[in-house]
């Protein structure tokens, strides 16, 4: 069941966004990657749910596209942080109103608010417990300000104090 949900919401995402945007992923990860400013590869997947190869190799197109930038995090030396360029800020600020728009026509089609917030609630209990083992990382100050958009997950628990202490 959660399967056909999923799939009817990339329809509808796909509607809004028209041919030739950006995929419902595509916005998931350049929305993390806003809110996790200098966040890592590792530090993307656990806070989009994307997969470590999938993540990776949307990355490096993302890359290729300028709409992101890599370079050497300042926390770990091994690790590469990821950064939205001009262009990626751009993307992400025109598709923002999309989502919120695909986000309200699946909700509107479970009729009463009642049940649209049972729902809400319930995938957001999901996550949640999906989380506990492995909490999302802390959110980084973007570097300038943002325009405020729908969010593609809820926010994520706080990281320990001494591991988000060490990023800064």
Do not use: C, W
């Amino acid at each position: 069941m959660l399967h056909r949900a999923q799939q009817l919401a990339l329809d509808v995402y796909a509607q809004e966004f028209g041919p030739g945007s950006i995929t419902q992923r595509q916005f998931a990860l350049l929305a993390a990657v806003a809110d996790y400013e200098g966040a890592n590869q590792s530090d993307l997947v656990r806070v989009t749910g994307i997969d470590r190869s999938t993540l990776a190799d949307m990355a490096a197109r993302m890359i290729a596209r300028g709409l992101l930038a890599r370079e050497r995090s300042a926390a770990d030396a091994r690790a590469n942080a990821v950064r939205l360029t001009p262009a990626g800020r751009r993307v992400l600020d025109d598709a923002g109103p999309k989502m919120a728009r695909a986000d309200q026509r699946l909700l509107k089609m479970l009729g009463e608010a009642s049940k649209r917030q049972s729902l809400v609630s319930m995938l957001r209990e999901l996550v949640k417990a999906g989380e506990a083992a492995e909490p999302a990382p802390e959110p980084r100050p973007a570097s300038r300000a943002t325009k405020p958009r729908p969010k593609p997950v809820p926010k994520p628990a706080p990281k320990p104090a001494a591991r988000s202490a060490a990023r800064r």
